[in-house]
C-alpha cells in the first residue's frame, strides 16, 4: 500500500506517507491522528476521508467507515475533475469492498469514466469493478472501449473472455461465441497475435465452436508461440481427433510419445485414434473432473476385422519400440500399453482373457514390487470374468516362489499380492477361520484361507520386515507400511462377520502399533509432542478416525482428525471424515471450530477469488481467468459448504435453547430465518458439486451415509467407490432443504406459544397471531410434504405412533424430523386450535402430550438399548443426543416461550384463560414435569456409565482380545512385540518405539475418549435440567 | 498410469493424499492462485504437483522451484525428478535464466540427498527461515547461460531471511 502514492487530490505525499505506514504497521490509532490533522488542512479533500474511511474499516467501525467513504464519494462526485484521480478511486474501492458495497466502488468509477472518458487507468479501475462484481457483460464493454481506444491485444483478450464467461458461466448464447471469433480474426489480421495465452483462448473460442479446422488453420499459423513443445502437439492432436482426421492425430500423439513416452493419457488418445474411437473427446468425457473414473470408456471398433488387426499391430509395434528405446527402469506406460492393447482386443473378441492375463503377468514380474500396482492394472482386472480372476490370483501365488531376492523388492511383490487378493474381492469370500484339517490338505502356499490368518500373516510380514526401514529417515515412509492398514481392514471384516468386538479391539491396536513405531523419540522416550512429528501416516490416521467414531469415543477421532492438519482447501476435501459424525455429536465446541475455520475458508476465498482473476487478467494468463471463475463457482455450489451454511446456525440455536432470550437474540442475529428459507427454496435447482475426496475412507463407510458395519454382511463384496455421488446429491438436498426450514420453524413456534398466551399482539410491529398461524401452517406443509406426506396425513402419523396405534419403524430414518414436526405442530396448534383441544379439565388427548410421549418413548427406547456401552459400536447414542439436543430443545423453547407469556410482569396483564385453572396452565405444567424427568433419566443413565471404574472398562475391553477363541492372536502378536527387540536389527529409533508401545495405554485412551463424550452430553443434559426447573419454579408463582 | 500436464485449479481437489502427505505444505489458495496467475508454465502435475516462479534481475535472473512432491504411491519412481527437470527446461530454454533454486528444510534430509542427485548444491543457509524456528537451505542448480556456474559457489556464512533477495 505504502507504495501507492503520489500526489493524491493535491496532497502532498510527506503528508501521506506516516498515514500509509502507520496502516501498514496496524497502528490505527495513530494513523487515525495523522487522518484527523490532514483532514483539518484539507478538510474538503476526497482523498484525505477516503484514508480515514480506510482506518476506520480497519478498526472494525464498518458504520463510520461507510459514512466517511459516502462522504468522500459525494464530494469527489461535486468536485473539480483534477481531484478525479485513481488513487483516491482505488483507496476507496478498498473500503467499499471490505464493507460488502461493491456497487459504490463501482458507480465512483463508472462516474470518473463518464467525467474523463479516454483515461485508461481509470477504465482499468472500472473493469476491475466488474471483474469483483462478475458482471460479464460489463467487463466485455469496458474491455471494448479499452481495446478502441488504445488497440492492444490484452484488452481485446480481455474482452473475450468476458464474452467467453458469459457463455460459460452467465446466461450467454454460444452465439456470443461467434462475436468473440469475429473481434479476434479481425485483430489477428492486422496486427497477428503475440502471447501464448491470447492463441489459447482463440483456440477455445474455435473448438467451443467445433471449428476445428479453424482452429488448426490458427495453430499452425501462431503455433511457435507456444514455447512448450509437447503442449501444442496435445493441441493439434485433440483438434484433429475432435475434427474426425484420426490417422493424423495418431500421427502427433505417436510424436508425443516418442518426446516422453510414460505419457498415459496420451497413449490412451493414440491407441483411440488408431481405432478410430471418439469417446475421450466426446462431451461428457469430463463430466466429473476431480473423482476420475477408474474404468476408461471405449467404444466397439466398428473397423473391420482386417483394418483393427492391422491398426493393433501398429499400435503393438509401436509400443515394443518405446519399450526397446528406453533404458529407464521406471518407465511404465509402454508396459501398460500393452495392457491396453490386450484389453481392447479382449473387447473386440480379438483375443481371450488368457492373453490379457499373461500381459498382466508380464507387468507384475516387471512392476509388481510398486506401491502402484494395483492401481495400475485395476481397470485391466475390471474386464475378467470373476472366475478368471481369481484364475489370475492363482497364477500370481504360483509364482510366489519366484520373489525376487531382493528384500525390498520382494516385500513389495508380496504387498502387492495381498493388495490383488483384497481388489478382486476373494477376501470378502473367505471364512473366518477353517478347520485345520482342511488347512493341511490345501497346503495353500502364500495366501492363507481363512481372514484371520490373512490379518495375522500381514501384521507378521511387517514386524519381520521392520529391520528393512532401519536406516531410513523418519520422515520417510517406511517399507511395507500399508499392510498395517490391510490388516486392520481385515479385522474390521472380521468384526463385521462375526460381530466378536474383540476384532473390533484389535483393528484400532494395529494402526496405533503402526503410529507409535512411526513416532519421533526424543531423550528419555518421550514421545515428540511438535505437530509435525505427529502427522506421519496419514491413512493409520483415518481409519483411527472412523474407527474411534464408531465407537463412541468421538473426542478421540477428533483429536487424530486434528493431527491430519487438513487445512486451507483439505477442509473441503477431508472434513467428511468427521464433520457427520461431529454434527449429531456433544462435543459441541469443536463442532462449533469445525464449521467456523471450514466457513472461513470458503468465504475468505470467495472474497478474494476475484482479485486473483484480475491478477491473471493483468498478467495475461487468460485460461486462468476462466478457470478461476468456475472454480469458484464450483465451489460455491459445493454440497458440504451449503451443509455448513445450514449447520452452523443450528448449532447456535442448540446451544442457546435452554435461555429463551439468548435463542431470540441469535434468531434476531439469523433475521429470523427467513433467508434460510430462501436457501430451502433455491436448492431444489441448484446443481451441487462434491470435491470430497472419497479414496480415503474405509471400504465399510465408502460415504458419509453409508456404513457397512451396521447392516448385515451379506451382500459386502468388493465395495466399488463409484456411482454413489448420485444417491449423495440427492440426500444432501434433502436434508439441506429440511434443515433450511428450521431457524424459521423455531422463530415462529416461540411466536406462535407467546401468541396464544397474550393479549395484544401486535407489539412494536410483530407479526400477527393470523400470520404467525398461516406461515407456521405454511411450513408445516412443507415439512410434512419432505417426509413424503400431505399435512394432515403427517399429523395422523404422528397422532398414530404417539397411541401407539402405529408403529415407531413408520418414522424409518427420520426419526428426529417427524419430532420436530411433532413439536412445531404442537406450537402451531396452541395458537390455531386446529387439530385438537385439550378436555376442559386439561386431560385427554392434545398436542402437548402427542410430543411428550413421542419424547418419552423414543429417548427411553435409546438408553434401554444401550445397557453396555463401553463395547457397542455405533450404539444409538448419537441419535439420542439429537433428541435431547433438538426436538426436545425446540420443545422447551415452546414451553419457556409459554411460560414467559403467562407470568404476570409490569404493566403486561394476564390473558384472562390463562389463570391457574386454564387448562393450558395445567398441560405446560404437566409438560415440564414429563420433559424434566425425561432428561433426568438420561443424565442418571450417564452419570452411571461416566462412574464406572477404569478398571472395570479396562477389563471388558481386554478380555475382549485374550479369548481362547475367535480374536486374541493379533492383540497377542502386538502385546508381545516388545518381549524381544533385537537392537542391532531395528536400530535404535524403531527399537526405542517398540518399547513404548503398550496396547493397555491404548484402551485407556479409548475409555476416556468415551468418557468425554458421555460428559459433554450430561453438561448438556444439566444445562437442560437447570433450565426446565427454573420453569417449574416459575409456574408455581403463576 | 502417469501424465505430465499443466496444473489447474480442480487439481486442488485432486490430490488430497499428497497434501496430507506430512512433508507437503497445503498453501493457502490465494498462494496457489497467484502461481497460477503469474506463472502457469512454472505449475505442472504429474502424481502430485511442482511449482515455481521466475524472477531477479541480472544475473539473479532464476527459476525458483516453490515445491515439488509425489504422491506415497508413486514414490520411489524417480517422477519427482521428471518434475524438476521440467522447470529447469523451462527456466533454462524459455526463461533464459541462470539458475533454479530452492529452498528446503535443514532436517529434511531425503529431500537434500535427492536434490543433490539431481545437481543441487548447498549455496547458504539461512537460520530461522521456517515460521522462525527451522533453519532453511538455498540450494542451487546452475542453468547453461550460466557457463561458468558462478551462481551456484557457495556461501561462506549464513544470511538471515530479511538478507534474502526474493521470498
Known amino acids: ?1038 | 498410469m502417469t501424465t505430465i500436464r499443466r496444473f489447474c485449479c480442480n487439481d486442488l481437489l485432486r490430490f488430497t493424499s499428497v497434501n496430507l502427505d506430512h512433508l507437503t505444505e497445503t498453501f493457502n489458495m490465494s498462494f496457489y492462485m497467484t502461481y497460477l496467475a503469474r506463472w502457469p508454465d512454472y505449475f505442472h502435475v504429474a502424481e502430485g504437483p511442482v511449482m515455481g516462479k521466475v524472477e531477479g534481475q541480472g544475473e539473479s535472473w532464476h527459476g525458483h522451484v516453490t515445491a515439488v512432491t509425489v504422491s506415497p504411491e508413486y514414490r520411489r519412481q524417480q517422477l519427482a525428478k521428471k518434475l524438476m527437470n521440467l522447470l529447469e527446461d523451462i527456466s533454462d530454454k524459455i526463461d533464459k535464466a541462470y539458475f533454479v533454486d530452492l529452498f528446503v528444510r535443514a532436517s529434511n534430509t531425503p529431500a537434500i540427498k535427492m536434490y543433490e542427485k539431481l545437481g543441487y548444491v548447498i549455496y547458504r543457509r539461512v537460520l530461522r527461515y521456517y515460521s522462525g524456528e527451522e533453519d532453511g537451505l538455498d540450494m542451487r542448480k546452475a542453468l547453461s547461460r550460466d557457463v561458468e556456474k558462478k551462481s551456484m559457489i557457495p556461501l561462506k556464512r549464513p544470511v538471515t531471511p530479511d538478507e534474502l533477495e526474493y521470498d
Open chain 1, 1 to 1038: 500500500m505504502a507504495s501507492k502514492f503520489g500526489l493524491a487530490g493535491g496532497i502532498p505525499e510527506r503528508r501521506v506517507r506516516p498515514i500509509w505506514d502507520a496502516i501498514d504497521s496496524r497502528q490505527f490509532k495513530n494513523a487515525l491522528k495523522h487522518s484527523t490533522a490532514l483532514l483539518a488542512k484539507y478538510p474538503t479533500s476526497p482523498y484525505a476521508l477516503a484514508l480515514k474511511a480506510v482506518i476506520l474499516e480497519r478498526m472494525g467501525k464498518f458504520d463510520e467507515a461507510l459514512s466517511v467513504s459516502l462522504n468522500a464519494k459525494e464530494l469527489l462526485y461535486k468536485n473539480d475533475s483534477n481531484l478525479m484521480d485513481d488513487l483516491t478511486l482505488s483507496t476507496l474501492q478498498i473500503v467499499f469492498q471490505r464493507l460488502d458495497h461493491l456497487d459504490l466502488a463501482t458507480s465512483c468509477y463508472d462516474h470518473a469514466c463518464g467525467k474523463f472518458p479516454n483515461n485508461l487507468e481509470l477504465m482499468m479501475g472500472l473493469f476491475n469493478c466488474y471483474v469483483r462484481e462478475y458482471s460479464f457483460v460489463k467487463q466485455q464493454q469496458t474491455a471494448i472501449k479499452m481495446y478502441k481506444l488504445v488497440g492492444e491485444e490484452r484488452f481485446l483478450l480481455w474482452a473475450v473472455c468476458s464474452i467467453q464467461l458469459q457463455v460459460l458461466c452467465g446466461n450467454g448464447g454460444e452465439k456470443l461465441l461467434f462475436l468473440a471469433e469475429g473481434l479476434l480474426k479481425k485483430h489477428v489480421a492486422s496486427h497477428s497475435l503475440h502471447e501464448p495465452e491470447a492463441l489459447i483462448v482463440y483456440i477455445s473460442i474455435l473448438e467451443q465452436q467445433a471449428k476445428y479446422g479453424d482452429a488448426l488453420e490458427i495453430l499452425s499459423k501462431l503455433g511457435s508461440l507456444l514455447m512448450i513443445e509437447v503442449d501444442k502437439l496435445r493441441m493439434q492432436g485433440r483438434l484433429l481427433a475432435r475434427q474426425g482426421d484420426f490417422a493424423a492425430a495418431a500421427k502427433i500423439y505417436e510424436k508425443i510419445l516418442q518426446l516422453s513416452s510414460d505419457d498415459w493419457e496420451c497413449f490412451l488418445h493414440y491407441l483411440s485414434c488408431l481405432l478410430e474411437d471418439e469417446s475421450s473427446w466426446c462431451n461428457g468425457a469430463t463430466d466429473d473432473p476431480i473423482h476420475t473414473k477408474k474404468f476408461v470408456d471405449c467404444k466397439l471398433s466398428h473397423l473391420t476385422d482386417e483394418v483393427f488387426d492391422s491398426r493393433i499391430l501398429d499400435a503393438s509395434n509401436f509400443v515394443q519400440k518405446l519399450q526397446a528405446d528406453t533404458s529407464n527402469n521406471f518407465l511404465r506406460c509402454p508396459y501398460l500399453g500393452n495392457l491396453e492393447i490386450e484389453r481392447r482386443k479382449l473387447l473386440y473378441g480379438k483375443n481371450n482373457d488368457d492373453e490379457l492375463m499373461e500381459s498382466l503377468m508380464q507387468y507384475f514380474s516387471r512392476f509388481g514390487h510398486l506401491a502402484c500396482f494395483t492401481s495400475d492394472v485395476e481397470k485391466f482386472l475390471l474386464v475378467l470374468s470373476p472366475d478368471k480372476k481369481t484364475k489370475f490370483q492363482e497364477k500370481l501365488m504360483g509364482n510366489s516362489s519366484s520373489l525376487s531376492t531382493e528384500p525390498i523388492k520382494a516385500l513389495g511383490q508380496s504387498i502387492t499380492l495381498l493388495k490383488i487378493q483384497e481388489l478382486i474381492g476373494n477376501m470378502y469370500k473367505l471364512p473366518v477361520v477353517v478347520s485345520l484339517k482342511s488347512y493341511v490338505i490345501l497346503k495353500l502356499p502364500v495366501l492363507p484361507l481363512e481372514l484371520e490368518s490373512s490379518a495375522v500373516q500381514m501384521l507378521e510380514m511387517y514386524l519381520k520386515n521392520l529391520p528393512l526401514s532401519k536406516d531410513l529417515d523418519l520422515q520417510e515412509s517406511m517399507h511395507g507400511e500399508e499392510l498395517l492398514s490391510m490388516a486392520s481392514n481385515v479385522l474390521v471384516q472380521l468384526f463385521c462377520r462375526t460381530r466378536n468386538f474383540g476384532y473390533f479391539m484389535e483393528a484400532i491396536m494395529v494402526l496405533e502399533f503402526g503410529l507409535i513405531i512411526r513416532r519421533k523419540f526424543v531423550v528419555g522416550n518421550n514421545a515428540c509432542t511438535c505437530g509435525r512429528c505427529g502427522r506421519y501416516v496419514w491413512q493409520y490416521k483415518i481409519l483411527l478416525v472412523h474407527l474411534y467414531s464408531h465407537l463412541g469415543a468421538l473426542s478421540l477421532a477428533y483429536e487424530w482428525y486434528k493431527a491430519l492438519d487438513g487445512k486451507n482447501i483439505l477442509m473441503e476435501t477431508v472434513s467428511h471424515h468427521i464433520l457427520p459424525q461431529m454434527l449429531v455429536s456433544p462435543l459441541w465446541m469443536d463442532l462449533n471450530n469445525l464449521l467456523i475455520d471450514y466457513l472461513k475458508f470458503m468465504d475468505e476465498h470467495f472474497r478474494e477469488s476475484a482479485d486473483l482473476t484480475f491478477l491473471a487478467y493483468r498478467h495475461r494468463n487468460y485460461s486462468k481467468v476462466i478457470e478461476f471463475v468456475q472454480f469458484k463457482e464450483r465451489l460455491q455450489r459445493s454440497n458440504q459448504y451449503l451443509m455448513a451454511r445450514v449447520e452452523s446456525p443450528i448449532l447456535q440455536l442448540k446451544q442457546n435453547a435452554d435461555n429463551i432470550e439468548e435463542e431470540e437474540s441469535v434468531l434476531e442475529s439469523l433475521k429470523s430465518g427467513i433467508h434460510f428459507l430462501e436457501l430451502s427454496k433455491e436448492i431444489g435447482s441448484k446443481s451441487l458439486t462434491f470435491n470430497e475426496d472419497w479414496q480415503s475412507r474405509p471400504w465399510w463407510t465408502p460415504t458419509p451415509e453409508k456404513n457397512y458395519l451396521l447392516g448385515p454382511f451379506e451382500g459386502i463384496s468388493y465395495c466399488p467407490k463409484e456411482n454413489l455421488v448420485e444417491e449423495r446429491e440427492a440426500n444432501v438436498r434433502r436434508v439441506v432443504e429440511r434443515k433450511s426450514l428450521l431457524p424459521r420453524m423455531i422463530y415462529l413456534s416461540i411466536q406462535s406459544a407467546s401468541a396464544s398466551l397474550k393479549e395484544n399482539l401486535k407489539v412494536n410491529g410483530s407479526m400477527s397471531d393470523q400470520n404467525i398461524s398461516s406461515e407456521l401452517k405454511h411450513l408445516l406443509g412443507q415439512y410434512a410434504k419432505m417426509l413424503g406426506f400431505s399435512l394432515s396425513d403427517a399429523i395422523e402419523v404422528v397422532m398414530g405412533v404417539s397411541k401407539g396405534q402405529k408403529s415407531f419403524e413408520t418414522f424409518g430414518a427420520d426419526m428426529i424430523d417427524w419430532l420436530d414436526f411433532a413439536v412445531f405442530l404442537n406450537a402451531w396448534n396452541l395458537n390455531s386450535h386446529e387439530v385438537m383441544q385439550p378436555n376442559v379439565d386439561g386431560s385427554g388427548p392434545c398436542t402437548w402430550h402427542i410430543v411428550n410421549s413421542l419424547l418419552k418413548k423414543c429417548i427411553l427406547e435409546r438408553i434401554g438399548s444401550m445397557e453396555s456401552h463401553i463395547c457397542s459400536p455405533q450404539s444409538d447414542l448419537p441419535s439420542l443426543v439429537q433428541l435431547v439436543t433438538e426436538p426436545l430443545a425446540w420443545h422447551n423453547l415452546v414451553m419457556q416461550s409459554c411460560v414467559r407469556s403467562s407470568l404476570p410482569s409490569g404493566k403486561k396483564k394476564k390473558k384472562s384463560g390463562c389463570t391457574d385453572q386454564s387448562p393450558l396452565s395445567h398441560t405446560v405444567r404437566d409438560s415440564i414435569q414429563s420433559i424434566c424427568g425425561l432428561v433426568e433419566e438420561v443424565a442418571k443413565w450417564l452419570k452411571h456409565h461416566i462412574n464406572r471404574s477404569e478398571d472395570e472398562n479396562l477389563d471388558i475391553i481386554l478380555s475382549s482380545v485374550r479369548r481362547d477363541e475367535g480374536p486374541g492372536r493379533i492383540f497377542q502378536i502386538l502385546e508381545t512385540s516388545n518381549a524381544t527387540i533385537n537392537e542391532t536389527e531395528l536400530g535404535d529409533r524403531i527399537s526405542q518405539a517398540l518399547k513404548s508401545w503398550s496396547p493397555i495405554g491404548v484402551a485407556m485412551k479409548i475409555i476416556r475418549g468415551q468418557r468425554t463424550v458421555l460428559e459433554k452430553f450430561l453438561g448438556i443434559c444439566e444445562s437442560k435440567i437447570k433450565s426446565l426447573q427454573a420453569l417449574q419454579h416459575q409456574m408455581a408463582q403463576v
